[in-house]
């Protein structure tokens, strides 16, 4: 339970961030000249104990003082940059509309400004804002709903991974795909709308959540659209921006905020584009889902469909759009028995070949100050030595990545004067090629990971890399090789959670491998091995891409959740 309990507005005397002249440039002469402190009234967000709703809701502040010669307010809300509201005519109230974006208390503070230049005492008007109203609609093939669905509708797809929508519908794009259902918003003023579509062709533009004020799609291939008419009859405004690509989920979100007069699209969480000076448009009757009436009929998935009568805030949206990444093995490399090294929490262990073992060592150096130290496993109290002559670990958990991508995590150890060889960390083979391979280049002394287009013996592939490191505690290097499928971008990760190299991936679709993954070795056609001469511990893989925390997490030896 939310208990906070604030004091009633107060004065507190001049403020130093207000007081920093006069409405005229002239400083405030004193506090026996200064006019009274104003009054702070709202019916949104009174100052009181309770939560009031809330983020993405537009409030008004009455601020008045009782001096009559009163002719601006300086505000500022949370401490934000002052700023000032000119009053009509000396002594009038002026009013201040403000939309809070998180949930928290929060607080107006206020000084009055006469003609003169003298600046009040500041009242600081508290008051306590609740999360945003729910989605006045929802839809998704899960949740009962009033849709009325077409016969070009189908529905048990799986919605877009890593996500809590777990279902999705298909529209073939004839004039049967589509749904219809009630919108309770009110399009004359605030709302906005989200949805997860997953396009599967792009010959024009199509439609895939729409209302007689607004449509939400495809501009062709080129950009996402949200659009709204102008009921004086006007141009139309459209919000463009992201890059549809046939097969793949993206998550949009339109906002239209009427108070700003502004209409914005977000693609996966990301502005893309507002247009300022968009009309309120408008328009009842029913949502409907896959058509617009007007031709562009969806043809692909979609699911997660909802719309609010108020603003959607940015950080509601990023949270809306998020996919977690899944995770698909984690090995500590802490022990092994038989010849195989357990997966944390279940799943299939890494099984050692050739001579590789698992390296555990400790010295009594706390206690005893003649001791000879010994090098200490990365993480943990232990992790997997291999000597470069044949040692290896395989896993049929292999590293099988969703349409958002995949991700792999590790630590290594590299002697202390390596081979002058080639040598592989990490590899997922497919049938004819690897669909990624991490390793160490000689010649260069850097990391390399690189990623197959697809599963053929000459597909294209796309490199990145990072030097060594030669200064990291006991030689411990952390990798990570993360896909953004959503993005089409390979990053390489190199002792930092920030990525070291970046590289547009043209063109490629994450594709499903059939071969176990490889550790310490990568299989060519010929049968060909680069063995790795080092010591490797937490291994981490994931369907989907992880974040900048998690790879902070994975860096310091912890474990992701």
């Not at 291939?221 to 709204?228: G, H, K, Q």
Request: net charge negative; with cysteine.
């Amino acid at each position: 339970m939310k208990q906070f309990v604030f004091r009633r507005a107060v004065t507190v005397g001049t403020a130093a961030l207000l007081a920093v002249g006069g409405a005229d440039g002239v400083a405030a002469a004193g506090d026996d000249a200064a006019p009274e402190a104003p009054v702070v009234t709202s019916v949104e967000y009174p100052d009181d104990d309770n939560w009031h709703d809330g983020v993405g809701n537009y409030g008004t502040f009455v601020i008045d003082s009782a001096s009559d010669d009163v002719v601006a307010y300086r505000y500022t809300v949370l401490g934000e940059t002052p700023q000032t509201l000119t009053a009509a005519e000396p002594g009038a109230a002026v009013s201040l509309r403000w939309m809070p974006v998180r949930e928290a208390p929060s607080r107006l503070e206020v000084a009055a400004v006469d003609a003169a230049g003298h600046v009040s005492g500041t009242t600081v008007h508290r008051f306590l804002v609740s999360d945003g109203r729910a989605a006045v609609t929802h839809w998704d093939p899960d949740s009962p709903s009033d849709a009325v669905t077409g016969p070009g509708v189908s529905l048990g797809a799986p919605g877009p991974s890593g996500t809590a929508v777990a279902s999705a519908a298909a529209f073939d794009g004839t004039d049967e795909a589509y749904a219809s259902l009630h919108a309770s918003a009110d399009l004359s003023r605030s709302f906005s709308v989200d949805a997860w579509v997953r396009p599967d062709h792009l010959d024009g533009s199509t439609t895939a959540v729409s209302h007689a004020g607004f449509s939400l799609g495809t501009a062709g291939r080129s950009a996402y659209l949200f659009e709204l008419p102008n009921p004086d009859g006007g141009d139309t405004i459209r919000v463009t921006g992201g890059a549809p690509e046939e097969g793949e989920w993206a998550h949009l979100t339109g906002v239209y905020d009427a108070e700003q007069k502004t209409a914005s699209l977000y693609v996966d969480g990301v502005s893309v584009g507002t247009v300022v000076g968009a009309v309120a448009p408008g328009g009842t009757g029913a949502l409907r889902l896959g058509a617009d009436g007007d031709g562009g009929h969806w043809n692909g998935l979609l699911t997660g469909v909802n719309v609010w009568d108020r603003v959607f805030v940015p950080r509601e949206i990023t949270a809306a759009a998020a996919r977690k990444a899944q995770r698909l093995g984690y090995w500590d490399l802490e022990s092994a028995t038989d010849g195989k090294s357990p997966a944390y929490a279940g799943g299939a262990p890494l099984t050692l070949a050739g001579d590789a073992s698992i390296y555990a060592a400790t010295d009594d150096c706390p206690w005893n100050p003649d001791c000879t130290p010994v090098t200490y496993p990365m993480v943990g109290d232990g992790d997997l030595l291999l000597d470069g002559d044949g040692d290896h670990a395989t896993t049929p958990t292999a590293l099988t990545p969703t349409d958002a991508g995949f991700s792999a995590a590790v630590h290594v150890r590299l002697p202390e004067d390596p081979p002058a060889h080639d040598m592989t960390v990490l590899s997922q083979p497919g049938e004819h090629t690897d669909l990624f391979t991490l390793r160490y280049v000689a010649a260069s002394g850097t990391w390399q990971a690189e990623v197959a287009h697809e599963d053929r013996a000459d597909a294209p592939t796309t490199t990145v890399s990072a030097p060594l490191d030669p200064n990291t505690p006991e030689g411990d290097q952390f990798l990570a090789v993360v896909y953004d499928e959503s993005t089409d971008r390979l990053r390489l990760y190199a002792g930092d959670a920030h990525a070291a190299d970046t590289a547009d991936v043209t063109g490629l679709d994450t594709w499903t491998p059939t071969g176990d993954l490889q550790v310490g070795r990568t299989l060519t056609a010929d049968g060909g091995t680069d063995h790795l001469a080092g010591e490797v511990d937490d291994l981490h893989t994931y369907a989907g891409v992880l974040t900048t925390a998690q790879l902070t997490t994975l860096r310091g030896g912890g474990i992701d959740a």
